[in-house]
Each structure stands twice: as structure tokens, then as C-alpha cells.
């Protein structure tokens, strides 16, 4: 039995570690932070029920977060984080804040409404603060505060090496991606390399692709990876190219972790998030959007060199900086 000491609580998804990134973070503050899922278990199977119909694992769930709280009660928690928390029914976190009565709670969504559980909203209003990574929630949500991702500081020091890839695509295939990608290939002029790493996070969910979806019909599967790369390989081919190519889900506005990540590395950008236009480290140099049916990608775009930002923008967008803002040390103390 661990004989560590929490003092604050974080229930967040495991996407590719960037949870273990936030508590490690937390312990160079010398916050002990107490890490687990926002669902009660990680299957593929879990998280479509999760989406389509909650109910249907009503009960595991609050079984799983009531074991998850009297853990926590136990402990010193002065702060509870909640990233996302698909699975966190309002009644969980109403016995949560009981059991933890002293604790500040806040709420941190890196996904939109439309992509999220129906009760999603209804959840705010228990939290004492609540950010969202989308900026039209924000607007259409007073109750939201506008807060992108962040890029860990490992991406701002990528080592120096040869610029042997021009465009570099990596990311889960949802939505449209596979799609808007084999556009955009038959848009790069002849000589550019693309390269493009697509993940399917189980054999099934692109089996189903496969059978459902005509655009995966002529798919071949050695296009697809179903493990993830490992984060030394994705830095390496991140410091080896020249443009990194983002394509949000067509129901989001909200910057991706792989446009903050082009932001550190100092890499050109092609994206279809029209909202990266109205973003302060837009420049036409750096950032080019293209609509993601009718792909025009300019010569000249492609040839010319990244422009520097200064370094308080750049800041902005570090794992620091989002700890600053969504949890602020004060808040720890």
C-alpha cells in the first residue's frame, strides 16, 4: 500500500500521456498530485459506451468513482482537477466535493460540447472553475474561460538535425481526416515529401471504418499504425520537418496539442481551424489554412522560411504556462 501524501487530486483521460505530463509538473512545484482515469476502465468497448450510451455502464462508473473518492478522503486534497471527466456523473462529483469539502475544484475540458456527453454542461456549475481549449464554448458558455492546450517544454528544445520531411501529418484517424489527407496529398507539388503517420487506437474501430465508410474502402492497411509511436521517435521526425499539417475535428474550434506543438518546435503550420487566424502567434508566414474540401496549398507558402515569435508568446503555450492559469499555485498553498 503506498504511503504517499496527496494534496491534490487530478481524474483525467490517459491521451498519450499528457495527464502523467500535468502531474509531473506539479511535482517540480512540490505538488503531490494523485492521478487517475476519468473512466473506469480504458477498452475500446468502454469508451463507445462512454459516448453513445452512458447509462449502459451507469453503474461500474459509480461504483469505480466511489472507491476513487473515499481514496481521496484520506488525504490532505486542497485542489481536484477534472480533465474532461466523461465518465463523472454530477452525482460523483456532488459526493466528491462532500468528502473533500475544502478543496477548490476545477474543471478543464479539452474537447467540445458536441463531442462530449450530453451532461457535459451540466457539470460546470459544480466546479468553482471551469476552462475549455474551444473558443466557441466559451462564447456560447459564460460560464467557460477560454484556456488552449499547451506543448510540453521537451518540443521547444527539439535537437538540431536535417530537414528531410516538407510536410508531416500525425494523429488519430476520426472524423474526416483520412479523407482531407488523401486531398491534400494530390495537392503537394512533385519533389515535397508528406509524410504521414495515422493511428487507429484498435484493429476493430478500423475494421468498422472499413466496412462503413466508403472513403476506406480502397484504404490499404498498411497505411494505418494501431500502436502508438513513441515520443523520441515523433520528436525526431517533428525536428526533421519543415511543416506540420493539423486537422481538427469538423464539429471544434479548439486549437490541437499538434498546432501548439508546431508553435514550440518553431514549424510552419497547415491547418484547417480557421480560428487559427485570430490566434496571437498567427503570422501568414507560419500558419496557413485551407479548406478542408476544395485543398490549395501556395507554392510560396511551401518555400518560405519560419517567422520568429516573441518569446512571452511562447510562453503562453508552454505546460507552465497552462498550470499558471488553471492552476494556479495560491491555489495549492
Given at each position: 500500500?503506498?504511503?504517499?501524501?496527496?494534496?491534490?487530486?487530478?481524474?483525467?483521460p490517459d491521451f498519450?500521456?499528457?495527464?502523467?505530463?500535468?502531474?509531473?509538473?506539479?511535482?517540480?512545484?512540490?505538488?503531490?498530485?494523485?492521478?487517475?482515469?476519468?473512466?473506469?476502465?480504458?477498452?475500446?468497448?468502454?469508451?463507445?459506451?462512454?459516448?453513445?450510451?452512458?447509462?449502459?455502464?451507469?453503474?461500474?462508473?459509480?461504483?469505480?468513482?466511489?472507491?476513487?473518492?473515499?481514496?481521496?478522503?484520506?488525504?490532505?486534497?486542497?485542489?481536484?482537477?477534472?480533465?474532461?471527466?466523461?465518465?463523472?456523473?454530477?452525482?460523483?462529483?456532488?459526493?466528491?466535493?462532500?468528502?473533500?469539502?475544502?478543496?477548490?475544484?476545477?474543471?478543464?475540458?479539452?474537447?467540445?460540447?458536441?463531442?462530449?456527453?450530453?451532461?457535459?454542461?451540466?457539470?460546470?456549475g459544480l466546479f468553482?472553475?471551469?476552462?475549455?481549449?474551444?473558443?466557441?464554448?466559451?462564447?456560447?458558455?459564460?460560464?467557460?474561460?477560454?484556456?488552449?492546450?499547451?506543448?510540453?517544454?521537451?518540443?521547444?528544445?527539439?535537437?538540431?538535425?536535417?530537414?528531410?520531411?516538407?510536410?508531416?501529418?500525425?494523429?488519430?484517424?476520426?472524423?474526416?481526416?483520412?479523407?482531407?489527407?488523401?486531398?491534400?496529398?494530390?495537392?503537394?507539388?512533385?519533389?515535397?515529401?508528406?509524410?504521414?503517420?495515422?493511428?487507429?487506437?484498435?484493429?476493430?474501430?478500423?475494421?468498422?471504418?472499413?466496412?462503413?465508410?466508403?472513403?476506406?474502402?480502397?484504404?490499404?492497411?498498411?497505411?494505418?499504425?494501431?500502436?502508438?509511436?513513441?515520443?523520441?521517435?515523433?520528436?525526431?521526425?517533428?525536428?526533421?520537418?519543415?511543416?506540420?499539417?493539423?486537422?481538427?475535428?469538423?464539429?471544434?474550434?479548439?486549437?490541437?496539442?499538434?498546432?501548439?506543438?508546431?508553435?514550440?518546435?518553431?514549424?510552419?503550420?497547415?491547418?484547417?481551424?480557421?480560428?487559427?487566424?485570430?490566434?496571437?502567434?498567427?503570422?501568414?508566414?507560419?500558419?496557413?489554412?485551407?479548406?478542408?474540401?476544395?485543398?490549395?496549398?501556395?507554392?510560396?507558402?511551401?518555400?518560405?522560411?519560419?517567422?520568429?515569435?516573441?518569446?512571452?508568446?511562447?510562453?503562453?503555450?508552454?505546460?507552465?504556462?497552462?498550470?499558471?492559469?488553471?492552476?494556479?499555485?495560491?491555489?495549492?498553498?
Amino acid at each position: 500500500m503506498s504511503s504517499e501524501i496527496y494534496s491534490c487530486l487530478i481524474i483525467s483521460p490517459d491521451f498519450f500521456g499528457y495527464s502523467e505530463e500535468i502531474k509531473t509538473a506539479l511535482a517540480r512545484r512540490g505538488i503531490n498530485a494523485m492521478l487517475v482515469d476519468d473512466r473506469p476502465a480504458a477498452d475500446t468497448l468502454t469508451k463507445a459506451l462512454i459516448r453513445i450510451s452512458p447509462r449502459i455502464l451507469r453503474g461500474k462508473a459509480e461504483a469505480y468513482f466511489e472507491a476513487v473518492t473515499e481514496r481521496a478522503r484520506s488525504h490532505p486534497i486542497t485542489d481536484v482537477l477534472v480533465i474532461k471527466g466523461q465518465a463523472l456523473s454530477c452525482e460523483a462529483i456532488r459526493r466528491l466535493r462532500l468528502a473533500l469539502p475544502d478543496a477548490r475544484f476545477t474543471l478543464y475540458f479539452w474537447d467540445s460540447y458536441k463531442n462530449m456527453s450530453s451532461d457535459s454542461p451540466t457539470k460546470v456549475g459544480l466546479f468553482d472553475r471551469a476552462f475549455t481549449f474551444d473558443p466557441v464554448d466559451a462564447q456560447n458558455d459564460v460560464r467557460l474561460k477560454y484556456r488552449p492546450l499547451f506543448c510540453l517544454d521537451e518540443y521547444f528544445r527539439l535537437p538540431p538535425t536535417k530537414t528531410d520531411i516538407d510536410l508531416f501529418f500525425f494523429g488519430t484517424i476520426h472524423s474526416d481526416r483520412y479523407q482531407v489527407l488523401s486531398r491534400m496529398q494530390s495537392s503537394v507539388p512533385n519533389g515535397m515529401t508528406f509524410k504521414k503517420i495515422m493511428y487507429f487506437s484498435s484493429r476493430l474501430v478500423y475494421m468498422g471504418r472499413r466496412i462503413l465508410q466508403p472513403a476506406f474502402w480502397t484504404a490499404k492497411r498498411a497505411e494505418f499504425i494501431f500502436k502508438p509511436v513513441f515520443k523520441d521517435e515523433l520528436k525526431m521526425l517533428l525536428a526533421r520537418s519543415r511543416i506540420v499539417v493539423d486537422i481538427e475535428r469538423p464539429i471544434q474550434t479548439g486549437l490541437t496539442m499538434r498546432t501548439l506543438e508546431a508553435v514550440g518546435a518553431r514549424k510552419k503550420i497547415i491547418t484547417t481551424n480557421a480560428f487559427a487566424t485570430k490566434t496571437d502567434f498567427y503570422r501568414p508566414e507560419n500558419v496557413l489554412v485551407i479548406d478542408r474540401e476544395n485543398i490549395r496549398i501556395p507554392r510560396e507558402f511551401l518555400e518560405s522560411e519560419f517567422c520568429e515569435l516573441p518569446q512571452e508568446v511562447i510562453e503562453k503555450y508552454t505546460l507552465n504556462g497552462w498550470l499558471d492559469e488553471v492552476l494556479p499555485l495560491r491555489a495549492l498553498a
